[in-house]
């Protein structure tokens, strides 16, 4: 595998040939030096001499034996090395003295032979080493921003022994998930945070408005106001709570589900939004649709969410095109608007929760952030997956992939 492993193994191999030749040379000379001294001894020497020759060639036959059982136990030590370090994910790259790399693992060969992004962190992986031959411990991070985008950890220390230098070693971290789980926590305690305190402040100034003015015509118009804060609060909680549920799988039901009942639920509870904002919503779909095996209120929520998405970021007199396609083993219930698009740097984080392209048509319109994550959530609990298609004012199109139920 690597040369660090293989320079162990001819180290022992070639100790096993040096026994082997140590063990021919002594037999050729105990046949050629017994016979001239059996001529010149007496009887009971020769046979005395011949029972050390044979000590002496048992001694280096168990040798021999306990050479070999070493190069076998250091092939299987070499072995489990090797698969220990192409089990780990993070790469790792063994220089020697001189800075020449003697060994690597199965994770660092894309680093080591890169010719793209990858190759920064090619460069960035021998600089570390340079330093870290110079007895210096060494860590930095590396961004590619080309599609999909990557971040990595390099870091880099000396491998000394008995104070002698001999050489370096540098672990190779992608740590992408790592920073989008960190970028998807931050944001949503930030945007729950908001999202609550923004309806709850208004609440308090209408509430104090309405307490210091008499006037009813006033107080009717600030009580309006105040119950259409209070419904925020209300549905930024409901989509809190559906989420938590879809996560953990609770209350998840295991019926046949009329996918094409699920979309006419779900159009019709869109509708009256819809008609608001002039916006037409065109179905089409076969007439005898196989089942889903799911949750029915599950899956016209997720339904219903890809619609008011849709209808949100649409201009009055657009539509959005509901189609429903079967194969074999998959339904694809597409979602296609005429809206404003998603940017291509967007597009990767869309489903999160609270994350949105347009904060303040998202919020002019009421939305919470939510409805794409619970999308997700629900394809996922049905065996499925949701994507997207879109070019930045040229509309988007959802795609939700969900698994038949072809049994009886």
């Known amino acids: 595998?690597?040369?660090?492993?293989?320079?162990?193994?001819?180290?022992?191999?070639?100790?096993?040939?040096?026994?082997?030749?140590?063990?021919?040379?002594?037999?050729r000379w105990i046949r050629n030096r017994d016979p001239q001294r059996r001529h010149?001894?007496?009887?009971?020497?020769?046979?005395?001499?011949?029972?050390?020759?044979?000590?002496?060639?048992?001694?280096?036959?168990?040798?021999?034996?306990?050479a070999e059982a070493g190069q076998v136990s250091a092939e299987t030590a070499a072995s489990r090395v090797e698969a220990s370090l192409d089990a780990l994910e993070a790469?790792?790259?063994?220089?020697?003295?001189?800075?020449?790399?003697?060994?690597?693992?199965?994770?660092?060969?894309?680093?080591?032979?890169?010719?793209?992004?990858?190759?920064?962190?090619?460069?960035?992986?021998k600089e570390l080493l340079e330093q870290a031959?110079?007895?210096?411990?060494?860590?930095?991070?590396?961004?590619?921003?080309?599609?999909?985008?990557?971040?990595?950890?390099?870091?880099?220390?000396?491998?000394?022994?008995?104070?002698?230098?001999?050489?370096?070693?540098?672990?190779?971290?992608?740590?992408?998930e790592h920073d989008r789980i960190e970028s998807v926590r931050r944001d949503f305690v930030a945007n729950v945070s908001h999202e609550l305190k923004t309806p709850i402040g208004a609440l308090s100034l209408l509430a104090d408005s309405?307490?210091?003015?008499?006037?009813?015509?006033?107080?009717a118009r600030l009580a309006g106001r105040m119950q259409i804060e209070i419904q925020r609060v209300a549905n930024t909680i409901d989509d809190l709570l559906t989420l938590a549920m879809l996560e953990d799988e609770s209350g998840r039901a295991d019926e046949r589900v009329d996918i094409g009942a699920v979309v006419a639920a779900a159009s019709d509870r869109i509708s009256e939004t819809a008609e608001l904002r002039d916006v037409k919503?065109?179905?089409?779909?076969?007439a005898d649709l196989a089942p889903i095996r799911g949750s029915r209120l599950h899956l016209e929520s997720a339904v219903f969410n890809l619609l008011d998405n849709a209808i949100k970021?649409?201009?009055?007199?657009?539509?959005?095109?509901?189609?429903?396609?079967?194969?074999?083993?998959?339904?694809?219930?597409?979602?296609?608007?005429?809206?404003?698009?998603?940017?291509?740097?967007?597009?990767?984080?869309?489903?999160?929760?609270?994350?949105?392209?347009?904060?303040?048509?998202?919020?002019?319109?009421?939305?919470?952030?939510?409805?794409?994550?619970?999308?997700?959530?629900?394809?996922?609990?049905?065996?499925?997956?949701?994507?997207?298609?879109?070019?930045?004012?040229?509309?988007?199109?959802?795609n939700l992939e969900l698994p038949l139920d072809n049994g009886d």
Not at 117 to 123: F, H, I, K, Q, S
Not at 344 to 360: C, G, M, N, P
Request: glycine share 12%; aromatic share 2%.
């Open 313 to 398: 970021f649409s201009d009055p007199g657009e539509r959005v095109d509901v189609q429903v396609e079967t194969d074999r083993d998959t339904l694809t219930l597409s979602v296609t608007d005429e809206g404003i698009g998603i940017p291509a740097a967007e597009q990767s984080r869309i489903f999160e929760r609270f994350y949105r392209v347009d904060r303040a048509r998202s919020r002019s319109t009421g939305g919470t952030g939510l409805g794409l994550s619970i999308v997700r959530h629900v394809a996922l609990n049905h065996g499925g997956e949701v994507s997207v298609t879109s070019r930045e004012g040229l509309g988007a199109q959802f």
């Open 281 to 286: 919503v065109v179905v089409s779909m076969p």
């Open 133 to 176: 031959r110079s007895g210096e411990q060494a860590t930095t991070r590396v961004e590619l921003h080309a599609e999909p985008r990557r971040s990595y950890e390099v870091r880099a220390g000396p491998v000394e022994r008995g104070g002698e230098m001999l050489g370096a070693i540098a672990l190779v971290h992608d740590i992408t």
């Open 1 to 27: 595998m690597t040369s660090l492993i293989v320079g162990v193994l001819l180290v022992v191999g070639g100790a096993m040939l040096g026994i082997a030749l140590d063990r021919a040379l002594l037999q």
């Open 91 to 125: 790469g790792l790259v063994l220089c020697d003295r001189d800075g020449r790399v003697v060994a690597h693992n199965t994770a660092a060969t894309q680093f080591l032979q890169a010719r793209h992004g990858e190759a920064l962190v090619t460069r960035v992986i």
């Open 210 to 219: 309405l307490a210091a003015d008499t006037d009813p015509e006033v107080a």
């Open 40 to 66: 010149r001894a007496p009887g009971g020497g020769a046979h005395r001499r011949r029972q050390s020759a044979r000590r002496v060639i048992e001694d280096a036959e168990r040798r021999m034996e306990s």
